[in-house]
């Protein structure tokens, strides 16, 4: 099974320093290692090529963001399954050998992701994509090891293999032949949740998307949008409403998108009150953006078969901030 490793790098020198290593450390007898490279205009490239001669670098022309990012240069590689990973992301002993083995064993897995735990404090998962995620009823995303910014220390609870909804694209495999059907990700998005309509989509036509605890890698997050920026918060809540459009099952469209608007409004009350007026205001460019896009989304909605069962739980806001419900776990 022919793995390709695929980082995406734009003027990312000092992650290669500190990350590249691990990956070809562990990662060279089972897999060929590629730089996806964004235009960048620092001097990455003459690193790898000097450091790393054995990475193959692919150029992009121009920094088309994570999803035209990892489209263009995945259509010059050969590989049955693609790893795409951010450049700052350590991996550790051992991490690929359980997540190809999956892949041999079910030709219906389509999608897998590993235990992604928090660089910064190893004892936690981290925010993207944890012990792997889900979406509740009105499309909001969340992980089982984190729900909200409650991210919980990992004590091998998570140290299994199951079917989740999404996989974090911090780290996420995929068979290429999918992918390949897909047409990639949504160009539309940029960056952010377009991993999680990829693996909604994948759904849709019957495969899998499953976690794989068995194997371990460390996230920093928030290398190239902090938290804290208006425009992270932006592209979370605009994706996440044009994911609800593209993929919310008929019976549940209006219902959804309407208590969207008015759920997102809350959370803009809030920012307010927290006195981040910054961020309430990206959300309502979130919105103005969303409605320039709607009919755009709705057509593509059109050709895409549904998955009519998506939910886990029914409002993750609700069990969080009413119910007190801070852990996957808890939640009913």
Same mark, same amino acid.
């Given at each position: 099974?022919?793995?390709?490793?695929?980082?995406? *790098?734009?003027?990312?020198?000092?992650?290669?320093?500190?990350f590249?290593?691990?990956?070809?450390?562990?990662?060279? =007898?089972e897999?060929?290692?590629y730089?996806a490279?964004?235009?960048s205009d620092?001097?990455?490239?003459?690193?790898?090529?000097?450091? #790393?001669?054995?990475?193959?670098?692919?150029?992009?022309? &121009?920094?088309?963001?994570?999803? !035209?990012?990892?489209n263009d240069?995945?259509?010059?590689i050969?590989a049955?399954?693609?790893?795409?990973?951010?450049? =700052?992301?350590?991996v550790?002993?051992?991490? %690929? $050998?359980?997540?190809? =083995?999956?892949?041999? $064993?079910?030709e219906n897995?389509?999608?897998?992701?590993p235990?992604?735990?928090? +660089?910064?404090?190893k004892t936690?998962?981290?925010?993207?994509?944890?012990?792997?995620?889900f979406?509740?009823?009105?499309?909001?995303?969340? /992980?089982?090891?984190?729900? +909200?910014?409650?991210? &919980?220390?990992?004590?091998?609870?998570?140290?299994?293999i199951?079917?989740?909804?999404?996989?974090?694209g911090?780290? %996420? +495999?995929?068979r290429?032949?999918?992918?390949?059907?897909? *047409?990639? #990700?949504? &160009?539309?998005?940029?960056a952010?949740?377009? &991993?999680?309509?990829? /693996?909604? @989509?994948?759904?849709?036509?019957?495969?899998?998307?499953?976690?794989v605890?068995? $194997?371990?890698?460390?996230?920093?997050?928030?290398?190239t949008?902090q938290?804290?920026n208006? !425009?992270?918060? +932006?592209?979370?809540f @605009?994706?996440? %409403?044009?994911?609800?459009?593209?993929?919310?099952?008929?019976k549940?469209?209006?219902?959804?998108?309407f208590?969207?608007?008015?759920? =997102?409004?809350i959370?803009?009350?809030?920012?307010?009150l927290?006195? @981040?007026?910054?961020?309430?205001?990206?959300?309502?460019?979130?919105?103005f953006s969303?409605?320039?896009? #709607? #009919?755009?989304?709705?057509?593509k909605?059109?050709? %895409?078969q549904?998955?009519?069962d998506?939910?886990?739980?029914?409002?993750?806001v609700?069990?969080?901030?009413?119910?007190?419900r801070?852990?996957f776990?808890?939640?009913?």
């Amino acid at each position: 099974m022919k793995t390709a490793i695929v980082i995406l *790098n734009w003027n990312g020198k000092k992650l290669l320093e500190q990350f590249l290593p691990s990956i070809v450390k562990f990662s060279s =007898d089972e897999a060929e290692i590629y730089v996806a490279d964004n235009a960048s205009d620092d001097d990455s490239i003459s690193y790898i090529k000097n450091a #790393f001669p054995s990475v193959k670098i692919v150029k992009n022309i &121009e920094n088309g963001g994570y999803a !035209q990012g990892y489209n263009d240069a995945l259509k010059k590689i050969d590989a049955d399954i693609y790893c795409l990973i951010n450049s =700052d992301v350590e991996v550790t002993q051992n991490w %690929l $050998s359980p997540i190809l =083995d999956v892949f041999k $064993s079910d030709e219906n897995t389509a999608i897998i992701q590993p235990k992604i735990l928090d +660089f910064k404090d190893k004892t936690k998962f981290e925010y993207a994509g944890a012990a792997g995620g889900f979406i509740d009823l009105y499309g909001y995303p969340y /992980c089982r090891g984190r729900v +909200f910014n409650d991210l &919980e220390k990992d004590s091998n609870q998570y140290n299994d293999i199951s079917e989740i909804f999404w996989a974090s694209g911090a780290c %996420l +495999f995929i068979r290429s032949k999918i992918y390949c059907k897909l *047409n990639g #990700f949504d &160009e539309d998005y940029f960056a952010h949740q377009e &991993e999680i309509d990829l /693996c909604w @989509r994948t759904q849709n036509i019957g495969y899998k998307v499953k976690y794989v605890g068995s $194997s371990t890698v460390y996230h920093v997050g928030g290398a190239t949008l902090q938290e804290t920026n208006p !425009q992270k918060t +932006f592209l979370n809540f @605009r994706n996440s %409403l044009l994911n609800v459009v593209k993929n919310v099952p008929k019976k549940w469209f209006l219902f959804v998108v309407f208590s969207r608007l008015l759920l =997102d409004g809350i959370a803009g009350i809030k920012f307010i009150l927290e006195l @981040r007026p910054i961020h309430t205001w990206a959300i309502v460019k979130a919105h103005f953006s969303f409605y320039k896009n #709607f #009919f755009k989304f709705l057509k593509k909605r059109k050709v %895409l078969q549904k998955k009519s069962d998506y939910n886990l739980h029914t409002s993750i806001v609700w069990q969080y901030f009413v119910m007190g419900r801070k852990k996957f776990t808890d939640l009913k």
